[in-house]
């Protein structure tokens, strides 16, 4: 059936995590999607006047405060949807929020490199952590990130 829907966190994923105003790139992203006949929507821990003044001018769909790296606000959007699981990616910059809400909620996942280098403080954390995980699973040496889809 192919992907339908590309569920994505917000906060230096699509847009650094300290930016207000809308990246363009945000908005290419998503009319890319479109063309594909692909839906983005941004499922964000962030609060609703966060996301919203982030996405609403673009008509970009959310959930706030999803609760990450617990699966259901992929689950209740999925079905919402009326999406089976692998029809849906769940697109993040984080090991332990967004990789593992996907995985909870059974969909496919991808770790993408963060748009900034600095994170928030309760990001900090989750990043520590991320590092530790990466080096007991014997990935520190290899997980790699690349600029873009098109360079490797």
């Given at each position: 059936?192919?992907?339908?829907?590309?569920?994505?966190?917000?906060?230096?994923?699509?847009?650094?995590?300290?930016?207000?105003?809308?990246?363009?790139?945000?908005?290419?992203?998503?009319?890319?999607?479109?063309?594909?006949?692909?839906?983005?929507?941004?499922?964000?821990?962030?609060?609703?006047?966060?996301?919203?003044?982030?996405?609403?001018?673009?008509?970009?769909?959310?959930?706030?405060?999803?609760?990450?790296?617990?699966?259901?606000?992929?689950?209740r959007?999925?079905?919402?949807?009326?999406?089976?699981?692998?029809?849906?990616?769940?697109?993040?910059?984080?090991?332990?929020?967004?990789?593992?809400?996907?995985?909870?909620?059974?969909?496919?996942?991808?770790?993408v490199?963060?748009?900034?280098?600095t994170?928030?403080?309760?990001?900090?954390?989750?990043?520590?952590?991320?590092?530790?995980?990466f080096?007991?699973?014997?990935?520190?040496?290899?997980?790699?990130?690349?600029?873009n889809?098109?360079?490797?």
């Open positions: 059936m192919g992907i339908k829907a590309v569920f994505s966190d917000l906060d230096n994923t699509l847009l650094a995590w300290n930016k207000f105003e809308t990246a363009k790139e945000m908005d290419n992203f998503n009319k890319k999607l479109a063309k594909a006949n692909i839906k983005l929507i941004v499922i964000s821990n962030n609060n609703a006047e966060r996301v919203g003044k982030v996405l609403n001018p673009y008509h970009i769909d959310f959930v706030s405060e999803s609760r990450k790296p617990l699966p259901f606000a992929i689950t959007k999925r079905e919402e949807m009326k999406l089976a699981k692998d029809q849906v990616m769940m697109v993040g910059d984080q090991l332990i929020t967004d990789m593992q809400a996907g995985n909870l909620a059974g969909v496919e996942t991808v770790l490199k963060p748009l900034v280098e994170d928030k403080w309760n990001t900090r954390i989750n990043r520590f952590f991320e590092k530790i995980i080096f007991f699973l014997g990935l520190s040496h290899r997980v790699t990130f690349k600029e889809l098109q360079n490797g």
